[in-house]
């Protein structure tokens, strides 16, 4: 009986020893943006921690991964935007907005067996990017399947079934219609997800004080509004006119300016674009008033 008493002493002390050991808990850690640069440029975590980009600067600013692995929204000055990574591997990024400036999170931890990155983590709606990556093993002749899932969607579905090339590459081409995750598995393995978001299309012509404008997406903007702006020698875009979209999702205009040379863009916010878009914006148009 008495060592029967001292074997559960011993038991319990061990589980309240265990108890006293602090649990590991997820890291996260901060990047100042501000008007030229990122703060530090280069961080490194663990898998299952996070970076925080705080917006110190005045104008507004989004993070972008270079291959899709996340992209912020606009993030206002005085706000912030967090994202935890699960896989490790180098993350390259930049701001959309302010292209200059770059930064990179590296994430350390066991490598994936399946990579996967986007050659153009945002485009305009109408075009195509690639989706790549490749397996732990090298091999070529080995099958990889690659999911979409579209905002929205209730699940994922296999688009693409493909063989690995020379070193265990794959390539998949894309043409997502709004933003878009997507994710490679291998055997028994899963990637991590992808972003690609996509910016309506925003067409926008002026002659002679006639003007039209038409934003196309995978859906009807009719109602929506879209903003003509004009670039001041401020290099700020102001709204000189709002226009409705009509029911084809297009609207003809006039618009009188003083004599003046002008830079002018059609643009709409992303809250008019709605739900799985980004804010679209025309070509710049240089227009003279004589």
């Known amino acids: 009986m008495r060592s029967f008493v001292l074997t559960m002493v011993a038991t319990a002390a061990l589980v309240l020893a265990g108890a006293s050991q602090p649990a590991t808990t997820a890291v996260t850690k901060t990047v100042k943006i501000t008007a030229t640069a990122f703060t530090p440029s280069s961080v490194t975590i663990k898998t299952g921690d996070s970076v925080k980009w705080t917006n110190n600067d005045t104008k507004t600013h989004q993070v972008v991964s270079n291959s899709g692995a996340f992209a912020s929204p606009i993030i206002a000055a005085g706000k912030s935007y967090t994202h935890m990574f699960n896989t490790a591997g180098t993350?390259?990024?930049?701001?959309?907005?302010?292209?200059?400036?770059?930064?990179?999170?590296?994430?350390?931890?066991?490598?994936?067996?399946?990579?996967?990155g986007a050659g153009a983590p945002i485009i305009v709606y109408g075009q195509a990017t690639h989706v790549s990556g490749q397996i732990s093993s090298g091999a070529a002749g080995e099958t990889v399947t690659v999911y979409s899932q579209p905002y929205g969607a209730p699940s994922a579905t296999l688009i693409a079934t493909l063989m690995t090339g020379t070193g265990g590459v794959w390539d998949?081409?894309?043409?997502?219609?709004?933003?878009?995750?997507y994710q490679a598995h291998w055997k028994s393995t899963t990637s991590a997800d992808v972003m690609v978001a996509v910016h309506p299309r925003v067409?926008?012509?002026?002659?002679r004080g006639h003007g039209a404008?038409?934003?196309?997406?995978?859906?009807?903007?009719?109602?929506?509004?879209?903003?003509?702006?004009?670039?001041?020698?401020?290099?700020?875009?102001?709204?000189?006119?709002?226009?409705?979209?009509?029911?084809?999702?297009?609207?003809?205009?006039?618009?009188?300016?003083?004599?003046?040379?002008?830079?002018?863009?059609?643009?709409?916010?992303?809250?008019?674009?709605?739900?799985?878009?980004?804010?679209?914006?025309?070509?710049?148009?240089?227009?003279?008033?004589r």
């Open 213 to 289: 404008v038409r934003v196309v997406a995978a859906r009807s903007m009719a109602g929506r509004k879209v903003y003509i702006q004009r670039f001041t020698r401020f290099h700020e875009w102001v709204k000189i006119r709002r226009v409705i979209l009509g029911s084809t999702s297009a609207r003809s205009f006039r618009l009188k300016l003083p004599r003046g040379r002008y830079v002018l863009r059609a643009y709409i916010t992303v809250n008019q674009a709605g739900a799985g878009y980004l804010d679209g914006a025309s070509r710049n148009i240089v227009y003279r008033v």
């Open 172 to 181: 998949a081409v894309v043409a997502p219609t709004l933003l878009t995750t």
């Open 203 to 207: 067409r926008f012509t002026l002659r």
């Open 91 to 116: 993350y390259r990024y930049h701001d959309a907005l302010h292209p200059a400036l770059t930064g990179k999170v590296v994430v350390t931890g066991p490598p994936p067996a399946v990579t996967i």
